[in-house]
């Protein structure tokens, strides 16, 4: 079994997942951890790589918080949502995507060209493996499935 794979399962079993400041920079570390050994970067690779990634992960939260903070939000009270209201709203959440998908392929083609192609598809599905364990794990711990 992978270790990042047991460090991850010990390391969120220590905790309850409660979501302060410290619990998401274990979570950091342990994505960290997890996507340099996915990727196996060696130490210039890494070196170029993070700082990329970092700025992404940055701009991508940015616009996660955007989208909360300006759609979902009014979105709560959504019978006092006029249509004129509504037509804003879906036209800034359609500019958000849009924002979200440059940014993903931008990712993709500054990895790509300090790391290789392949390593740059092989970050999309660390990431996916790293949400679907952090998930499991999550459901473990609060007694789901």
Known sequence: MNKYIVILFMLFTAFSFSQN???????????VAYIT????????????FWPIYNE?????????????????????????????????LLALKISIEEDEEELDK???????????????????????DFKRDLIKQYRHNKGGK
Do not use: P
């Open 106 to 128: 931008a990712l993709l083609l500054e990895v790509s060209k300090v790391t290789s192609a392949k390593k740059a598809l092989l970050l999309l599905k660390a990431e996916e």
């Open 21 to 31: 400041k410290k619990d998401w920079e274990k979570i950091k570390s342990l994505k």
């Open 56 to 88: 992404y992960e940055e701009k991508r939260h940015a616009l996660g918080r955007k989208d909360h903070n300006e759609i979902r939000s009014k979105l709560k009270n959504s019978d006092d949502l006029t249509e004129k209201d509504a037509k804003k």
């Open 37 to 48: 050994e996915k990727l196996s970067l060696d130490s210039r690779e890494a070196q170029e």
